[in-house]
């Protein structure tokens, strides 16, 4: 599962669509965390897509990582100041790839 320590054991290193990426990152198998309010673990993230289909307000878009031994698309966190709480990515997630952290 996802580090819910991640921004205590890791640095940012890049920014993506507005949203921090943790590190490291080493393309394209090692991506690292993308997000911090809504993070999602993109070494861990199997493309199953309950994120996307269950948040109410649409936080989540695919991104193509050709070459990452898990998946070659992820659940970007793009809109994650839309956020609202509800924790239900966190739940549906079956790989527990995704850590929200309530305002
Ligand atoms: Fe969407 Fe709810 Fe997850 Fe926030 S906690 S990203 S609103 S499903
Ligand atoms: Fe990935 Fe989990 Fe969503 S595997 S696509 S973060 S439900
Ligand atoms: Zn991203």
Redesign the pocket.
């Known amino acids: 599962p996802i580090d819910p320590e991640f921004a205590q054991n890791r640095d940012v290193v890049d920014e993506h669509e507005d949203h921090d990426v943790w590190g490291p990152v080493e393309e394209p198998e090692t991506l690292g965390i993308h997000g911090t309010h809504v993070a999602?673990d993109f070494d861990i993230?199997?493309?199953?897509?309950?994120?996307?289909e269950d948040c109410p307000v649409d936080v989540f878009e695919w991104v193509e990582t050709p070459g990452h031994p898990e998946s070659e698309r992820?659940?970007d966190p793009a809109n994650e100041t839309q956020c609202i709480d509800c924790m239900l990515c966190v739940d549906?997630?079956?790989?527990d790839?995704?850590d929200v952290n309530p305002a």
Do not use: Q
Request: hydrophobic share 60%; glycine share 6%; aromatic share 0%.
């Open positions: 999602v993230c199997l493309a199953d897509g309950a994120c996307l992820k659940a549906v997630c079956p790989v790839a995704i």
